[in-house]
């Protein structure tokens, strides 16, 4: 149980935390401008950035003096509080939950392959013409025709499913793997950017059992990697601000698989946070 001082000074410090991380975000929001870097992770991930600024201390804890919760959803109120609703969470979503922990858990379990160079970004513009590229707005760094080269010279081996889906039709059977959503947890491995970036994904789908600082963490990091996603895709990011990381050459793939292995380790102990709550809500 969490009296009323010690609750609302984290729900301030959460608060404090998400308008820094979604501010610039928000902003743009509302002039209707566009980011090609950051807006992804408020499209392919559905949810505005006002979404992260509500705290929630996670399943099992009880919030004293909390009464303006007792109507909110998936709350419960109980003898002293109120508290997340797990055994509601958990009986409205079982599939989510346990779809959640086998993925985070097999993930976990592989050692991170750091050789496939962020090609699927490669893949998804492969022997397109100019107006079908997903960022209108960047130029490709090494043309259509370098672009295609790239991706044709290269070992594809794209693990993810939500990455591999949006490969050209011309490039899909390059890839050596054709995962699906059905064998997610047979084949997410900890070095994919995506996977990691999933956290986040995750977070927010078990939410609101999942501690607000556990899903500000998933989220600050699938902010971070979601930069090395676009400086390692064949798109020109400098007038963002940003450097390439020109995975044809190879001191690129060496600044790539450093940079994918520092990641895999920053979301290890993420990862492990993610599945203690799945355990938790699959034991109430």
């Given at each position: ?29 509302s002039?209707?401008?566009?980011h ?57 979503r ?30 998804m513009?492969?022997?397109t ?28 081996r794209c ?17 050596e793997?054709?995962?699906?959503r ?61 450097t ?18 520092e ?11 993610l ?10």
């Open positions: 149980m969490l009296p009323p001082e010690v609750w609302r000074e984290r729900e301030r410090r959460h608060a404090d935390r998400a308008a820094a991380l979604t501010g610039q975000a928000a902003q743009r929001r002039r209707g401008e566009a090609p870097v950051e807006d992804f992770l408020y499209t392919y991930y559905a949810w505005a950035p006002g979404k992260l600024q509500r705290w929630h201390p996670g399943a099992g804890v009880v919030l004293a003096g909390a009464d303006e919760r007792a109507d909110w959803a998936n709350y419960v109120a109980v003898p002293g509080g109120v508290q997340v609703d797990a055994a509601g969470i958990v009986g409205r079982r599939a989510t939950v346990t779809l959640a922990r086998d993925v985070l858990v097999a993930t976990r379990g592989r050692a991170p392959q750091l050789a496939c160079f962020g090609l699927h970004e490669w893949a513009v492969h022997r013409r100019p107006e079908q590229v997903r960022h209108a707005g960047l130029p490709l760094r090494l043309g259509h025709d370098g672009t295609d080269a790239v991706v044709e010279s290269h070992r594809i693990s993810h499913h939500d990455a591999f889906r949006f490969f050209t039709p011309t490039a899909v059977p390059l890839n793997l054709q995962p699906t059905q064998d997610q947890p047979a084949q997410e491995q900890p070095g994919c950017l995506h996977a990691t970036m999933d956290l986040y994904r995750w977070a927010m789908k078990l939410s609101p059992a999942v501690p607000g600082e556990l899903l500000l963490d998933c989220f600050e990091l699938a902010k971070d990697v979601r930069v090395l996603d676009m400086r390692a895709s064949p798109y020109d990011v400098t007038s963002m601000g940003l390439p990381v020109a995975i044809e050459t190879p001191e690129g793939k060496a600044e790539y698989a450093r940079a994918q292995r990641f895999s380790q920053r979301a290890d102990p993420l990862r492990v946070a599945v203690d709550v799945c355990e938790a809500l699959l034991q109430v």
